[in-house]
C-alpha cells in the first residue's frame, strides 16, 4: 500500500529472550514489567509468565530498517541492550538466549492510522510498540463500525487520539 508509505517510517527494534539462574525462578516469577522511557537508553523488559523466558526489548525508536532485510541480530546490538538496563538492574547474570530484530511503522506524533482505504478495505498500521496492547479493543471497535453500528470516521479520530464523538462500546 504505497500511499501509506509517506505516513508510517519502520523502526528496526531489537528484543532479546534472556535465560536467567534456576535459584532465582521465585524471584523472577514475581518481577514486575520494567520501561525505562528515555530518547538514548530506553528499554523494557517483561518478566517469565507461563514458564516464558524474560524478554527484553529496546525503548527507542530507529527509524530505520527494510522489512525485507533478515530479522537477525549482531552480538554488539544484544550487549547495547543489556548495556541499557545495567543503571537499573544488575544484568551480571543476565544470560541472552536469542535475539531478533521486530519492525514496527511508527506515524507522526505515534498516533494510530485506522482508516478506510477502500469500498471494503480498512488500514491499521502507525502502532509502533503499542499495537500488541490496543488490538483487542481496536478490532472490537472495528466490529461496531463495519456492522453498523458506530460512524468510520468518528472510529478513525478516536483511534488516531484526536477525540471527536467516539465512545468505546456504545452503539449509534
Known amino acids: 500500500m504505497p500511499d501509506y508509505a ?4 519502520p523502526s528496526r527494534q531489537v528484543v532479546a529472550y534472556v535465560d536467567t539462574p534456576d535459584e532465582q525462578a521465585a524471584l523472577w516469577a514475581n518481577h514486575p514489567m520494567v520501561l ?14 507461563s514458564h516464558s523466558r524474560v524478554k527484553i526489548g529496546v525503548h527507542t525508536f530507529s527509524m530505520e530498517g527494510d ?11 544484544l ?5 541499557r538496563m545495567q543503571h537499573r538492574l544488575n544484568t551480571s547474570q543476565l544470560r541472552i ?24 478495505c480498512w488500514v491499521m498500521t502507525g502502532f509502533s510498540w ?15 463500525v463495519l456492522t453498523g453500528a458506530g460512524d ?13 464523538d467516539w465512545v468505546p462500546g456504545t452503539r449509534a
Do not use: N
Not at 525505562?36 to 509468565?49: A, Q
Not at 538466549?97 to 471494503?120: H, K, M, N, Q, W
Open 79 to 83: 550487549q547495547d541492550l543489556l548495556s
Open 67 to 77: 522489512p525485507e532485510e533478515h530479522r537477525g541480530t549482531e552480538d554488539y546490538e
Open 6 to 9: 509517506a505516513r508510517v517510517t
Open 97 to 120: 538466549d536469542s535475539g531478533r530484530a521486530c519492525l514496527y511503522t511508527v506515524a507522526a506524533e505515534e498516533r494510530f492510522i485506522v482508516e478506510p482505504a477502500g469500498p471494503r
Open 36 to 49: 525505562e522511557i528515555d530518547d538514548s537508553i530506553g528499554f523494557y523488559l517483561v518478566p517469565p509468565v
Open 152 to 164: 468510520a470516521a468518528a472510529f478513525s479520530q478516536w483511534a488516531a487520539g484526536r477525540g471527536g
Open 130 to 144: 503499542h499495537g500488541f496492547k490496543f488490538a483487542p479493543l481496536l478490532g472490537q471497535e472495528m466490529v461496531r
